[in-house]
């Protein structure tokens, strides 16, 4: 099992950053892959970014594509991501999460079995 923490939310204008940090332990060896996803309330958790832990391989939502970037740091077993040209609809709790089997694609929940506690990132207007 994989436990994660992220850290990095907050309060931010429209326009500005931020960078979320989600680091792993437990057996992050294990890992396949890293993602963030996103939740506002009434709404169902929406698919945000997803890296290969091995090669770098990254997707994108087509909503935060050219304005996040997601990257990792494997000797800390941590993963980034990095907010640019952050807008009011970005506003969420942000969750990362860790898959440790392989799939053609990460952006869906299933093929995640650990999730982080969650960060919020509001962006006002």
């Known amino acids: 099992q994989v436990q994660l923490v992220e850290s990095g939310g907050g309060l931010v204008q429209a326009g500005g950053s931020l960078r979320l940090s989600c680091a792993a332990s437990?057996?992050?060896?294990?890992?396949?892959?890293m993602g963030w996803f996103r939740q506002s309330p009434g709404k169902e958790r929406e698919f945000v970014a997803a890296i290969r832990w091995s090669g770098g391989l990254t997707f994108y939502a087509d909503s935060v594509k050219g304005r996040f970037t997601i990257s990792t740091d494997n000797a800390k077993n941590t993963v980034y991501l990095q907010m640019n040209s952050l807008k009011p609809e970005d506003t969420a709790a942000y969750y990362c999460?860790?898959?440790?089997?392989?799939?053609?694609?990460?952006?869906?929940?299933?093929?995640?079995?650990?999730w982080g506690q969650g960060t919020q990132v509001t962006v006002s207007s």
């Open positions: 437990g057996r992050p060896f294990s890992m396949f892959a």
């Open positions: 999460a860790a898959s440790t089997s392989y799939s053609s694609s990460y952006d869906s929940p299933l093929p995640y079995g650990s």
